[in-house]
């Protein structure tokens, strides 16, 4: 199902998930060739993202992980700065100080970026904390992986929030389960108890909705309804979208196993390879994104590797940047420790 | 000048803070702990109740949720109680709070403060007797005040309440009842510059916290021996005054180190280790600490007092530094 927005809008949104998608494949292609330490790939939840964070408003705050670079491309920020981070180089945003685990922008509604597994939760909560008593009109939005609800810091925070009915919306991507697992029907996750996330929420009243997070119509519905919920002294609400785990994030680090994603492959069949064929013909969201959008004929097939051969232009050309930027000098380690 | 007790000085410093910047919100409400003067608080949350949140008991959460509030405009300040109750809130503190102005390059400032009542209170026992400011101290990313007298809580909070940085600010429960001057006119002490608590020759004393009141007890003592004590109060250790301490003991040529934390790795500790790197050419004798035992804080009165830094060993170690 594609997002209930314009055209036009919509195909903002599938500009923005190719390059969330061609900035991770870049991104892998150049560990492959220097050691830029571990890091942590978007790739197959484009479509949680993109439409999730689309609604948001400028003083909106988002919260991420170390998962984070999709959630910062899907606000704007640009990926030269974000390639240059993670390679540590003086251009990136923040010059070097955080690293791919900590991409932030304020600017685009990112404060900080924790990396601790749960450490946002209570931060998240925070930022709708003040926003509520200092009277802003403004959102806060906690982006996490099912492995947040194992911290304690979750039990914490959704209790301060619900009894302040504070306007925070818990977008969970529960990436847990792969392929297999999921047709299964084996959620949640391995190392929890609960037999549903949602069962980790309902006790705090706080209203829940579960959506298949690879349906962008579904997200845009569900964080519609969220924003509406927060905007108007409604409180917090909990979505729970269901995404598959992409295959190549089944190593300790990113691989490029399904290799570098053609896009034509959504209207041509004979593209699919055997291997990972059921990634590919079912499960891949910007591949299912561009077939609903196909359908509803937005554009034609050929302005899509158009849109695709400028994305991956772009990449290309912000990975040189980041490559051509100098490392910061050695000393501004010492700086910025204090405001 | 008028006098007022340490808990009425931090009220109002509380209170004027409330009324001339909306921005301050307060979370938490034991600043005063359990002694008798807590009342006060509660007087000022009635007087402010949309400034006054009281949270449920989950330290990390509620911390957690001051941070990101700070990073939204407000200005909290947060009480976590007693100081062994931090370490609930420990990874909010050291994972989040420390790190967000330098991970973010100084696009993100934390402007919030937050409370607790160090240190060993009489019969505490293990869990609620710790004086953690050198677990704090090994997290660079916040500033740390540790007032010794009514004066200095109210002009060291006024200064706390208006930096981007975030503050921890520990107070000790054997304080309040201590009465002292403070003017009625609106001050501020600036972070990072010691006050001379009393002027000597012979020997100096770096103390924070009670453990300034508990040298000067021990000098007063001592002085009446002809012996001449200096005790130098940094107020903040972060940022610390150096220099003030270095010229001390440029001067005395003798250093005793009183501090609550435990002996390994404590403040007194750093205190040392800065003297011995800096002023090792001054020093007439070793330096000594006289500081809490390596042991967990024990609950009866005879054992608590033995691990626990005294004015009898604060004499001791003047005069052992001396002979």
Redesign the interface.
Known sequence: MLPKLSGEQVLEQLRLAIVIRRFEEELIKLAGSRDIGHFHVYIGQEMTGVPALYLLERGDLSFTTHRNHGHLLARGVPASQMYAEILGKETGMMGGRGGTLHLCSMEHGFPTTSSAVGGATPLATGAAFGFQRLGQDRVSVCLFGDGALEEGSWHESINIAAMEKLPVIYLCENNSLEALGQKAGEYPSSTLAAVDLIDLVTPFGVPTIQIDGCDAGAVHAAMGEALHRARSGGGATFIEARTVRWPGNRPIWPELSTGETNFAMAWDSSLVPTEYREWHAEQDAVLRFIREILAEGLIEPEAILAMDAEVSAEMKEAVEFALASNYPPAAAAMEKVLA | MRTLTYGQAMVEGLRELLESDD?I?IMGQYFLGLTPQRALVGELAAEHPDRF?Y??I?E???????????????RPIVDLATASFMFQAW??IT??MAN??????????V?MVFHFNHGIRGGGAAQHSHSPQAMLWNT????IMLPSTPYDVKGLLKTAAS???PTAWGDHVKLFMMEGEVPEEDYAIPFGVADIKREGSDVTIVATSLMVQRSLAAAGKLASEGISVEIVDPRTIVPLDEAAILESVAKTGRLVVVDECHRSCGVGAEFSAIVAEKAFGYLKSPIRRVVTEDVPIPFSPPMEEYVEPTEAKIIQAVKEVID
């Open positions: 921005r919100h949140y949270p449920p989950a990390l959460g509620y911390l957690g949720t001051a941070i990101g509030a700070a990073m939204t405009g407000m990874a909010q994972e989040e967000i102005h330098y991970m973010s390059d100084g696009q993100t400032k402007p660079p990313g916040m500033e930096t981007d940085n």
